[in-house]
């Protein structure tokens, strides 16, 4: 099981996300025993990157200086082999950020491009109507287009929804299950994204670790919709991570 090995691990995730999802973010890491830091300041970056295990560029809430920094955090690890997980959130809505995940991928070797339909379609260049961050709607062939982004990047591919796949542009993996509550809360697939640059930290096989995260994940979503009430959903996922990740085991103070 992917959490516990992250657990296992405690990796120190370096992630430059948006604000509306760095606090979920940050405890959903620390809820498998990873350490989060945020930072996107342009001047401590690389330095920040450096004592890192992995990094999360999330585009989120990108705006000129937090792109600058992304590209520096990006450059840095590559040079020091740290993997680099890249989530195009909401990359179709506009210009600015087609642009900016265009520069990215050209910049930075990304290990893993995590993202939804919608993103994968702008991404592809494929015909799609998404609307903000929202996944959207269009016909695609997925596994044929991220295959093909993967090639192209020389990257896996993770693209989430009801049923999530992965891909190395060749293997294809689908991971079913969870629970459609899961779109009604925000940052529920930023937080797999920093999840997987965790995952990605671990030794082994890493599409294999990230197959074995989602599925993890779509078990969190189960568990934490016992309860069905939205107000509470993103503790639960908290939850419902700390205790898989714990191997089932409940928190007990000793
Ligand atoms: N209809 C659905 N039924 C069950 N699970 C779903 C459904 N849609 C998405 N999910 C799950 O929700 C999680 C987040 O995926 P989603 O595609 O919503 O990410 P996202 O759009 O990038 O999210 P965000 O931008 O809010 O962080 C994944 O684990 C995915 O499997
Ligand atoms: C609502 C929202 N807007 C920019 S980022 C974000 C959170 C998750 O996609």
Same mark, same amino acid.
């Not at 190395?168 to 999840?195: F, I, K, P």
């Given at each position: ?15 430059? =996300? ?7 973010? &940050?405890?959903?890491?620390?809820? =498998? ?5 945020? *930072? ?13 295990? +992995?990094?999360? $560029? ?14 520096? *955090? !990006?450059?840095? &690890? ?32 990304? %290990? ?5 339909? !919608?993103?994968?379609?702008? $991404? ?11 996944? !959207? ?10 295959? %093909? ?10 693209? /989430? ?5 992965? =891909? ?19 940052? /529920? ?14 030794? +082994? ?26 107000? =509470? ?16 085991? %409940?928190?007990?103070?000793?």
């Amino acid at each position: 099981m992917t959490l516990s090995s992250i657990r296992k691990k405690n990796p120190l995730v370096h992630c430059i =996300t948006n604000y509306v999802v760095a606090n979920f973010t &940050a405890n959903g890491l620390l809820a =498998t025993g990873a350490s989060p830091v945020m *930072a996107d300041e342009m001047e401590e970056v690389e330095e920040m990157v450096s004592i890192a295990n +992995g990094l999360l $560029i999330n585009l989120g809430t990108v705006n000129v200086r937090t792109l600058e920094s992304m590209m520096i *955090a !990006g450059k840095k &690890a590559n040079e020091l082999n740290i993997p680099v997980v890249l989530d195009p959130v909401g990359v179709g809505a506009t210009k600015y950020r087609q642009r900016a995940i265009k520069d990215i991928l050209e910049k930075v070797n990304v %290990q893993l491009i995590r993202c939804n339909m !919608g993103e994968l379609a702008t $991404i592809a260049e494929v015909e799609w109507q998404g609307r903000g961050v929202d996944s !959207g709607n269009g016909d695609m062939d997925l596994p044929t287009v991220a295959k %093909q982004v993967a090639i192209k990047y020389n990257c896996l591919v993770a693209v /989430t929804g009801s049923k999530d796949f992965l =891909t190395d542009g060749y293997l294809e993996y689908w991971t079913v299950g969870g629970h459609e509550l899961m779109t009604q809360v925000t940052g /529920t697939g930023c937080l797999l994204s920093a999840l997987s640059a965790a995952a990605l930290t671990l030794e +082994g096989n890493p599409l294999s670790n990230l197959c074995e995260l989602f599925m993890d994940y779509k078990r969190v979503a189960e568990l934490a919709s016992d309860h069905l009430l939205l107000g =509470t959903f993103q503790e639960e996922i908290i939850n419902s991570i700390h205790l898989l990740s714990r191997g089932g085991k %409940q928190w007990t103070l000793s």
